[in-house]
């Protein structure tokens, strides 16, 4: 494989990310390139101890994505680890495809439940005391409120509990990489 292809091939396999961060990383290797040149080594050898460019394009697309994460802990940063780390490897999306459907359902069920609760609790609080209740109007208000705290407490523990599991994915992911990067680049 030429120079000229395996560039092109990473900057297919980089498509996505910032233009910035394209430019940084093939002027990475591009450096690579030039440095291995005046060492007197082909373009061929270069290519071969690089690997394949779409594989090494998934690394650096996952490696972006947890760095994201963990500049910016928001929803686009967590779903753009959990992608990067689900491109590393097709078994991964075997096996952890649906144990990650699975939980991510549980969560969304959890939250929809919150808001639920959050919403009955404004109702009672806010018409609670014009219907009379059992307690009176005093036991409405309170249980309204009550109601609204409890729902954003366990909304609370739920957003500690959903960075908690993109953490865990992240490390997953860097553990994965550590431990197949000797299988897959013997020579590096």
């Known amino acids: 494989m030429t120079r000229v292809e395996f ?11 910032p233009a910035t961060a394209i430019t940084d990383l093939t002027a990475d290797y591009e450096s690579h390139f030039n440095d291995g040149l005046a060492e007197g080594r082909g373009e061929a050898e270069l290519t071969a101890a690089l690997g394949d460019p779409e594989r090494l394009a998934r690394e650096l697309r996952a490696e ?5 994460w963990e500049e910016t802990k928001n929803p686009s940063a967590a779903a753009s680890a959990v992608f990067a780390v689900l491109g590393l490897g097709a078994i991964d999306i075997l096996i952890l495809l649906p144990m990650l459907m699975g939980v991510l359902g549980a969560l969304f069920g959890v939250f929809m439940a919150v808001i ?3 919403i009955a609790g404004g109702a009672v609080f806010a ?22 705290a409890g729902a954003t407490s366990v909304g609370a523990v739920l957003t ?29």
């Open 7 to 17: 560039m092109s091939r990473l900057r297919r396999g980089l498509a996505g990310l």
């Open 64 to 68: 972006a994505g947890l760095k994201r």
């Open 116 to 118: 639920g609760c959050f």
């Open 127 to 148: 018409v609670g005391p014009f219907v009379s209740p059992p307690g009176g109007p005093t036991t409405a208000l309170l249980a309204g409120v009550g109601l609204m």
């Open 160 to 188: 500690i509990v959903t960075i908690g599991l993109v953490n865990a994915l992240a490390w997953y992911g860097r553990l994965h990489y550590r431990l197949l990067k000797p299988a897959i680049d013997p020579q590096g």
